[in-house]
């Protein structure tokens, strides 16, 4: 398909919803997952695009186990980091654009206002940092041609996720303790994928400018706060979930304070940033109790 587009890591979440938003609106990508291409592998990805050919290639592949990289650094620099260069150089060979899709875990986390997109990156993590590595390279790679989309506390139903994790938790448990002193932006697969279709088009046609782009959900809550929402779309009391602290759920890479991040590039590009994050949970629940093999009445 000369001049579509090319997904890469297209067998998770994002890149299933990804493939069937451009079904949706005619323009059917090529989805490629990690068993399919290797995006490390220089010689692999440059025969995927000699294959293809594609005007534009989306990158949903990444190494997500945020705890697991903090032992296994290079590993997930690899996915990462070399990765996305590898791709950058393969487009800029080819003259495709390149959607590199990122995360807020390349701030520190301890801010007190959204993060806006040139606002400076500090990493705390190994996740963040591969992250953050990633996006160097497409941006010194493809100046002109590449886009950084980063976005945070992603749920669907493709894929595992928080989301789905509490609604199961729900059918089992009588309360749950949820921290309430992390905020962030819940952000759902489908809405990402629309937003990364009209930059995509828009980045074909001239009209979007290259470089970073926030990808989250408009608003902002905990994990306290969405546990609730959730309890309450399900038809459960929101009062069996009980606020606690990050002390108390101590992990090998320390979790952002603060994600909420900021959207004015989108207007840069005459694209409109995404919904409030309630508004996007109550529309996707119905496919996710679906995932689930639940019904909208609590415990059935």
């Known amino acids: 398909m000369s001049g579509g587009w090319l ?30 291409l290797d995006i490390t592998d220089p010689a692999a990805v440059r025969a995927a695009l000699a294959a293809h050919s594609p005007a534009l290639v989306v990158n949903c592949a990444a190494w997500t186990a945020v705890d697991d990289a903090e032992a296994k650094e290079d590993q997930a620099l690899a996915v990462n980091g070399t990765g996305p260069r590898v791709l950058a150089e393969a487009c800029r060979e080819a003259g495709a654009v390149l959607l590199q899709v990122s995360t807020d875990y390349v701030f520190a986390g301890d801010a007190v206002k959204p993060y806006a997109e040139d606002a400076p990156t500090d990493p705390r993590s190994a996740y963040g940092r591969t992250k953050e590595a990633g996006e160097r390279a ?26 789905r994790t509490m609604m199961r938790l729900e059918a089992v448990k009588d309360t749950l ?83 909420v991040l900021g ?5 840069e590009a005459d694209l409109i940033p995404m919904r409030n994050w309630q508004v996007a949970l109550g529309e996707a629940f119905p496919a996710l109790l679906a995932a689930e093999g639940r019904s909208t009445v609590t415990g059935q």
């Not at 959207?263 to 207007?267: A, E, I, L, V």
């Open 7 to 36: 997904v890469t890591g297209a067998g998770g979440m994002l890149g299933q919803d990804l493939l069937a938003r451009r079904a949706a609106v005619g323009a059917p990508a090529v989805g490629l997952d990690r068993t399919a």
């Open 138 to 163: 497409v941006l010194d790679v493809l100046p002109q041609t590449g886009y950084v989309v980063r976005t945070a506390w992603l749920y669907g139903a493709g894929g595992g996720n928080f989301v």
């Open 177 to 259: 303790d949820v921290v309430n002193d992390q905020r962030g932006q819940p952000t759902w697969t489908v809405d990402l994928a629309e937003r990364l279709s009209d930059l995509g088009e828009a980045a074909l046609a001239g009209s979007a400018p290259a470089g970073v782009y926030h990808g989250t959900s408009a608003g902002e809550t905990t994990w306290f706060g969405l546990t609730q929402e959730i309890f309450r779309l399900l038809g459960a009391d929101p009062d069996r979930v009980r606020p606690t602290t990050s002390a108390e759920f101590v992990r090998p890479a320390p979790r952002p304070a603060y994600s």
């Open 263 to 267: 959207h004015d590039r989108w207007r």
